[in-house]
Every structure is written in C-alpha cells, then in structure tokens.
C-alpha cells in the first residue's frame, strides 16, 4: 500500500514537472509573441507619425500655395483692371488730341459736324422769327482768362452748343437742318429777341461774376446766357472760402469756386447750400471750348 502511494506521488510529482516546464516553455513564446506584437504596434504608430507629421507640413504647403495663389489672381485682377482704365484713358486723350487739331484746322469743328453747312443752310432759307436763327451761341462767347475755363465749361457747355430761333414756328425747319447735317441731338432755345437792360440785376463793380469774365459780341446771345444762367448775378471767385466772403459781401444768391469746382447757394437767412459741379469728360466736346487761338495748350 505505502509502496503503491510513494510510486503514484512520484508520478503525479514527474506530470507536475513536465506542466510547470510546458507552462515556462509557453509563457516563454507568449512573452515573445507579445513583444513582437508590440514591436509592429511601435513600429505602426512611429509610421503613422510620421505620416501625420507629412500631412501636417503637406496641409501648411498647401494652404501657403492657394494664399499664393488667391494673391496672385488679386493681382492679375488688378493689374487688368488697372490696364483697362489706362486704355481708357488714353482713348480719352487720343480722343481730345483729335478734336483739338481738328479745331486747328477748322474753328467750328467743337461745335458739331458740318457746322458752316449748317451755317450757310440757316443764311438761305427764310424764317418766320425777327431774325434768323443764330447758333451756335459759343461763337459769340470768348472768355478773358482761362483760369476760369473748367467750371464755366461745365455751366454754360450745353448752351454754348446750341441754336437759337426767336420764333417757335422755325424750330423744326432748323430741327432738319441740324439732323440733316449730322447734328441731330445739338439743342435748339426757343428765345424771343429782348434786348432787356440787365444793369439791374448785377452786384457792385468790385464783385466779379461770370458775365464780367466773359465778352459776348451777340446781345441776344448775351440775353439767352443771362435768362438760361443768370450769368449777370452769379458770383466767381477761386476757393470756397473766397466765394463765401464773396456772398457775405456782395448779397448774391448764388456763386462758383472754380478751383473746387463747387456751386454755392445762399439764402437770405444766412443758410447756404454747397453743390459738386460736374466735371466735363476728357472725350467731351466741351473740352474744347474756350480753346481761344491756344488749341495746342489744349492738346498738350
């Protein structure tokens, strides 16, 4: 019996052995198998990393090329917008330049086309009116200094430009003239010849005014200037603050600062309105008004 227990807890002492050396020999090849897992697991994340690390300066480069590039295109935009303006420009200038020696070469030329047919057209027909229509009124108009030019080109253009007829019943026989020549859209005043004395109306001596600027040959000419203006009471003077002096001094409704180019209404209570006047466009046949003999000032 002892002998039987003694064999049987050897033997289950050997099995015991052999698990325990198993149980090693496994933990062994665990520990193995788990620090080869964990080593792809590092070798994993340094690669991912590195791979967000490529993405981050990927992203950066990217954001920094389409900056770049929006930059780029702002320019471009630019840089085409500012050409078109500077082809316009010069367009503009070309424009002047073409009307000026052509005036050179014919003094009626700012005035429409084919003035002098127009002229002579007028010279042969009969009218109904007192007189024969006149026009265009600029010829009658010629300015002292022409420091003063922007401003009354701007006032007194349109005017400047156009016919005049004493009688309603010639307007359309003049109409035909005018489109039948090329200058359909030159304006035609309808005024009654009055040759009114407008002393009345003007400020002291020593206030200048548009009228005193200017020397207008023709009386009726002169009458439709100061009926459509008031050229006899409207004062001048360089600046804004010279034109309110001008106001407060000589009791005028209404005055130009030419430098300024602004229009300055006053009232009697003292109150005053300030207005930009419109400046004539390079391309503009008013540009060439008030031109004088100095047309190649004009074009340079």
């Known amino acids: 019996m002892n002998r039987d227990l003694t064999s049987h807890n050897k033997r289950i002492a050997e099995l015991q052995g052999k698990i325990d050396a198993e149980a090693r020999k496994l933990q062994a090849e665990s520990q193995a198998t788990l620090s080869a ?43 085409q917008g500012d050409t078109g303006k500077l082809r316009g420009q010069l367009k503009e200038l070309d424009e002047g330049i073409a009307r000026c020696q052509a005036q050179q070469l014919n003094s009626l030329a700012a005035y429409g086309s084919n003035i002098k047919s127009v002229i002579q057209a007028i010279r042969d027909e009969k009218w109904a009116g007192k007189s024969a229509p006149i026009g265009p009124l600029g010829l009658f108009v010629e300015l002292k200094d022409k420091r003063w030019a922007p401003p009354l080109k701007s006032m007194l253009g349109n005017t400047m430009m156009s016919f005049a007829v004493s ?47 200017l020397k207008i040959s023709n009386p009726w000419a ?47 209570d003292g109150g005053r309105y300030t207005q ?14 008030f031109a004088g003999n100095d047309l190649a000032g004009e074009i340079r």
């Open 37 to 79: 897992i964990q080593a792809r697991i590092n070798a994993c994340k340094a690669k991912l990393s590195a791979a967000d690390d490529d993405f981050d300066e990927a992203r950066v480069a990217l954001e920094e090329y389409n900056a770049s590039k929006d930059e780029a295109e702002t320019r471009l935009q630019e840089s």
């Open 167 to 213: 009688d309603a019943r010639d307007r359309a026989k003049l109409k035909a003239i005018l489109n039948k020549t090329g200058n359909s859209r030159t304006s035609i005043i309808i005024a009654p010849i009055d040759i009114f004395d407008y002393s009345g109306g003007e400020p002291a001596e020593d206030v200048l005014t548009i009228l005193r600027v």
């Open 222 to 268: 002169l009458r439709i200037f100061i009926n459509s203006h008031g050229i006899e009471r409207t004062g001048l003077a360089r600046t804004r603050v010279e034109v309110e002096a001008l106001l407060t001094k000589s009791g005028l409704g209404f005055a130009i600062a030419a430098d300024d180019m602004l229009s300055v209404r006053s009232w009697a």
């Open 276 to 289: 930009t006047m419109p400046i004539v466009p390079k391309n503009d046949p008013r540009q060439t008004l």
